[in-house]
C-alpha cells in the first residue's frame, strides 16, 4: 500500500474573490488578477446558465400565448393546469441557477392550477413578467455576452488566418468594418481583438448581473414567507439537533456500557480474587493482580477513546487541520488531505467537521473498496466546506445505514447542509457546508 498523502496549506492573509480591493497605491498583488479573472470567468458561466433558462423561458412564453389564444376561443381550459406547472418549473429551474451564484431565491409553494385562482395568484403574474423579460432581454444579453469573446478571439488571433480566407472575407468581426488587404491592417485588427477582450472582461459580470436582475426582483419569495420558512426549518434544525445529541447519548453510554464498565467489573472481581489468594495461596496472588492490572489499563485505554470521541484533543491543543491529519494518517484507504483554514471556526463546528470525516473515512474503508480519498476544507463567506471524494465503486445510499444519516443530523443540527453525490460505478463525493460562527 502507498503512504498516505498529507497536504495542509494554511496562509492568513488569503484572498479570495470576494474580497474588498485593496486601496493606496502600490503595486498590483497577483491574486488580484487572479480573482479578477475568476470573477470574469464566472460571469460567463452565469451566461451561459440564464441562456439555457432562456431558451426554457422562450418555449414556454410560446407555449403560454399558444394557450391563451386557445382559451379566447373556448379549447384552451384543459391546457391551463399543464402550462401554469410549466411555467412554475421553468422559474424555479431559474430560482436554483440564482441562488448557486448568490443570496438563496426562495421557491415558493405549489401555485394554483385554474386559470382564474391564476390570474389573482401575484406569485403567478410576476412569473409571467419574469417569462416575458428573461426570453428577450435576458436571452439578448447571453447571446450576446457569448458569442463576443469569440469576436474577440478571433480578432485577436486575425494575423494567423487571413491569409487562408477570401479577400472579401477578411475583415474584423462582428462589425467588417474595412476589409484587410496587408500585414498592417490584419495587426490593426488583432489590437482591435485585444481591445474587445478588455471590454468583454470589463462588462461581462455587469452582463451577468443584469441578466439575472428581472430573477431575483420578480421571482423573490412575498413578504413573510422567507421569515415562514426559516421557523420551519429551524424547527426542524432544532428537533435534529435533540436527536443528534440523543444519539451521541446512547452511543456513549452504550460505549462505556459494553466496554469500560465490563472491563472495571472484571478488575473488582480480579482484586476480590487476589485478596483472598493472599490468605489462602499468597504464591496465585501476584497472578491475579496482574490480571487486575491488565483490566485497568484496558479500561484505561477505552475510556480514552470515549472521551477522544466525545471531542478530540487535537482540536483543542492544536487544529482543525492537524486533528484531520491524524485521521488520514490512521485511516487504512490512503487518505490526502488539502486544507486551508487560516482562522479557527467554533469548537461544536470543528468538531462536527471532525465527525463528519472520521465518519466518511469509515465508510470508505468498509464500504467503496477505494483506492484514494481526498479530504478538502475550504473557509469561505464565514463558512466551512468539506469535501469528501474516493474512487470507489459509488453506489452509496443514505438510508442504507451507512452512518450518512447520523452526519446529516450533525450538520443540519449546525444549520449546515450535506450533498451525496454516488453514482454507480463512482465517484462518490460528499460535500457538507457549515456556519464557522455557530
Known amino acids: 500500500m502507498d503512504t498516505h498523502g498529507v497536504t495542509a496549506r494554511t496562509d492568513a492573509t488569503r ?5 474588498a480591493p485593496r486601496s493606496g497605491p502600490g503595486p498590483t498583488r497577483p491574486w488580484d488578477a487572479f480573482a479578477r479573472g475568476r470573477t470574469v470567468l464566472d460571469a460567463f458561466d452565469q451566461l451561459a446558465g440564464g441562456l439555457a433558462t432562456s431558451i426554457l423561458a422562450v418555449v414556454m412564453l410560446v407555449w403560454l400565448v399558444a394557450t391563451a389564444l386557445a382559451c379566447l376561443v373556448g379549447v384552451g381550459l384543459p391546457l391551463v393546469p399543464v402550462t401554469l406547472r410549466g411555467l ?41 413578467r419574469w417569462l416575458v423579460c428573461h426570453a428577450t432581454a435576458g436571452l439578448l444579453l447571453a447571446l450576446t455576452g457569448l458569442t463576443l469573446p469569440l469576436s474577440a478571439a478571433t480578432d485577436a488571433t486575425f494575423p494567423l488566418w487571413w491569409r487562408l480566407v477570401p479577400p472579401e472575407q477578411a475583415a474584423p468581426s462582428p462589425l467588417p468594418l474595412w ?5 498592417p491592417g490584419a495587426f490593426a485588427v488583432c489590437l482591435l481583438g485585444l481591445g474587445w477582450i478588455a471590454v468583454v472582461a470589463g462588462v461581462a459580470p455587469g452582463m451577468a448581473w443584469l441578466q439575472a436582475w428581472p430573477g431575483r426582483r420578480l421571482l423573490a419569495a412575498a413578504p413573510g414567507t422567507d421569515l415562514a420558512l426559516r421557523v420551519a426549518q429551524l424547527t426542524a434544525t432544532r428537533a435534529a439537533a435533540l436527536d443528534a445529541h440523543a444519539t451521541e447519548l446512547r452511543r456513549i453510554e452504550r460505549s462505556l456500557h459494553d466496554g469500560t464498565q465490563n472491563r472495571m467489573v ?8 487476589a485478596r483472598r489468594a493472599v490468605a489462602r495461596d499468597p504464591s496465585r496472588a501476584d497472578a491475579i493482580l496482574e ?9 484505561l485505554a477505552e475510556l480514552r477513546g470515549v472521551v477522544r470521541t466525545i471531542l478530540p484533543p487535537v482540536l483543542a491543543d492544536r487544529s482543525l487541520t492537524d486533528a484531520l491529519t491524524g485521521l488520514a494518517a490512521d485511516s487504512p484507504v490512503p487518505c490526502r488531505i488539502d486544507a486551508d483554514v487560516p482562522g479557527r471556526c467554533a469548537v461544536s463546528v470543528e468538531a462536527t467537521a471532525y465527525f463528519v470525516v ?32 474516493d474512487d470507489g465503486r459509488g453506489g452509496a445510499d443514505e438510508h442504507g445505514g451507512s452512518g450518512l444519516v447520523g452526519i446529516r443530523r450533525r450538520t443540519e443540527a449546525h444549520d449546515g447542509t450535506l450533498v451525496l453525490t454516488s453514482p454507480p460505478g463512482g465517484p462518490t463525493t460528499l460535500e457538507v457546508d457549515l456556519p464557522c460562527g455557530l
Open 15 to 19: 484572498a479570495g474573490p470576494g474580497a
Open 88 to 128: 412554475r418549473a421553468v422559474a424555479n429551474r431559474e430560482r436554483a441557477r440564482l441562488s448557486r451564484w448568490g443570496p438563496e431565491v426562495l421557491v415558493p409553494e405549489p401555485g394554483p392550477t385554474r386559470l382564474r385562482a391564476a390570474a389573482a395568484d401575484p406569485a403567478v403574474r410576476r412569473e409571467t
Open 179 to 183: 476589409t484587410v488587404h496587408d500585414w
Open 266 to 273: 472484571a478488575v473488582t472481581v480480579l482484586l476480590g480474587a
Open 291 to 299: 490480571q487486575a492490572q491488565s483490566a485497568a489499563e484496558q479500561a
Open 358 to 389: 472520521a465518519e466518511a473515512l469509515t465508510n470508505v474503508a468498509r464500504h467503496s473498496r477505494a483506492r484514494h480519498v481526498t479530504v478538502t476544507v475550504r473557509t469561505h463567506d464565514g463558512r466551512l466546506r468539506l469535501r469528501v471524494t
